[in-house]
């Protein structure tokens, strides 16, 4: 099935979203199913298959709520009846935006159980990405909650139900407050139907079981759909990775709508062996501590903004953190000064990741040397991933060469939804998605990351990689976080300007002249590469999948 940009049928059907999102040629889905890469189970079928193997073994931890893994299977079941009566049918596309806590995960699942679609949608979106994901799926239901971190997210779901005509109702995890008169508008936990009986699974493995967001920093997010074949072997390589077991406890500290959190491994992986999930609402380390010692937690998930939060901590805790076997750190590069402090200074195992939710998926060996552990993003948890990396011309690199880096595999896209224009650019004529990450391969497998194409700066002809300088600004002693960025200059072409978030209680911050100096005597770096500017700022912006916001940073820039 092939993508087609002049479809008219309603977005609604499960065969119009399936049509708006290219299929695996036949000879390669043919291949992954006879190999047993994609199992031919929905994630309905998975639950009920965990419900029977793990029914009285704790599945989920949320704050005071315990949910069994026979609970968590019948809860769904009796929300998605609840939702049915609501309108909800195989096929639609309903937006999820639900902090970390047990009802995303139950209303994940009653919508698998209806054949419906979850879109994964950050908690830190707002009207603009919202409203975008909203119209380009043609979602019927909205499901969030009522208020998270101070902001009131009933009144956002009114901005979008009064601006979107295929969404037919909201569903609040909490309270209706102003909009309880609305008939449009209702309460999450109203809508469970105990006793009703299982319901049949209408899914195919084949169908789309979720829709991702594209993890890029500019633009609006493009749409990732994963088919409940793809999504499940994904989640099961990278669990084997991670050695995950039924005595795994995974702690989600990241949104747990992000990719990462979700299946890599993270939630899925672990429940996929019967393992136990520690849900955090909040990213306070001192608060993640606690949970560590408290539920015996052996694996976490976070990124490398909160790699120096994490290591101040750990200086000052009395938590005993001895459980926490893996530190799994990702979703953009870490600086080897910091893998190596976490390596020295926690007792876990770091591992590092490059994970796309694009679908590509590595993470180092927990047995690597130290030094592996500390400066490579990891190898393809599958043996059926097909890696090349290539120079600008498509061309193969040799093992050591920085190149973009490509892939084709049995769990990575073969093309965005209703994207055909993008899909041309994206991917190559032999199904090789282009990730536009710079990295080099080791003849070791693992793959280092350089950097982005689009986060080169040409400066007076010479390319300067920005997570290079960033990587080696991030081990001076006065600086917790940088950002460097290109910016149009009439003499260069581009100049450097870096963003500086100093630590606390630094009495002066860095000049250009110290990093300049620093750069070429700690870092042995070029001098061409120390910033033009350095503008020192309070903290860096994120983006609401965590990484580094450069448009946000782009944006304080003055017109060259």
Known sequence: ?????????????????????????????????????????????????????????????????????????????????????????????????????????????????LGAVPVHTQPGHRQAEVGHLAGATGATVYITTDVFNRFDHRDLAKQIIDSTPSLRSVVIAGDLGDHAADDRFTEFSSLYRPGSGPIEDVANPGDIALLLLSGGTTGMPKLIGRTHDDYGYNSRAAGERSRLDADSVYLAVLPIAFNYTWNCPGILATFRVGGKVVLARTQDPSVVFELIEQEGVTMTAINPQLAPVWLDEREFTDNDLSSLRIIEIGSARLSDHEARRIIDEFDATLQQILGMSEGLFCATYLDDDPELLATAQGVPV???????????????????????????????????????????????????????????????????????????????????????????????????????????????????????????????????????????????????????????????????????????????????
Not at 25 to 37: H, I, N, Q, S, V
Not at 59 to 83: F, Q
Not at 389 to 394: A, I, K, L, R, Y
Request: with cysteine; glycine share 10%.
């Open 1 to 113: 099935m092939t993508t087609s940009g002049t479809q008219s049928t309603d977005i609604r059907t499960g065969d119009s979203i399936r049509s708006k999102i290219p299929d695996w040629p036949a000879d390669f889905a043919a291949k992954y199913r006879e190999l047993g890469l994609w199992e031919g189970l929905t994630f309905s079928a998975r639950l009920d298959g965990w419900a029977r193997d793990f029914g009285s073994s704790t599945a989920i931890v949320d704050g005071d709520k315990r949910i069994t893994y026979a609970e968590l299977a019948e809860r769904a079941t009796d929300l998605a009846h609840g939702l049915r009566e609501l309108g909800v049918r195989a096929g639609d596309a309903v937006l999820l935006q639900l902090p970390n806590s047990a009802e995303f995960i139950i209303g994940w699942f009653a919508l698998q159980r």
């Open 382 to 560: 599958s043996p059926y991933d097909e890696i090349r990396v290539v120079d600008s011309d498509g061309n193969e690199v040799p093992n050591g060469e920085v190149g973009e880096l490509t892939v084709r595999g049995p769990y990575t896209l073969r093309g965005y939804f209703d994207a055909p224009e993008h899909n041309v650019k994206s991917f190559t004529d032999d199904g090789f998605y282009c990730t536009g990450d710079l990295v080099r391969r080791l003849d070791t497998g693992h793959l280092i990351v350089s950097g982005r194409i689009k986060d080169q700066i040409n400066r007076g002809g010479e390319k300067i990689a920005a997570t290079e300088v960033e990587g080696a600004l991030l081990k001076h002693p006065l600086i917790r976080s940088v950002a460097l960025i290109g910016e149009p200059d009439p003499t260069l072409g581009e100049r450097t300007v870096a963003f500086v978030v100093v630590e606390p209680g630094a009495e002066e911050p860095p000049t250009r002249r110290d990093l300049a100096n620093f750069l070429e005597s700690e870092a042995g770096l070029a001098l061409y590469k120390a910033p033009d500017i350095v503008n020192i700022i309070d903290e860096m912006p994120l983006t609401p999948l965590g990484k580094m916001d450069k448009n946000v940073l782009r944006q304080q820039l003055a017109p060259a």
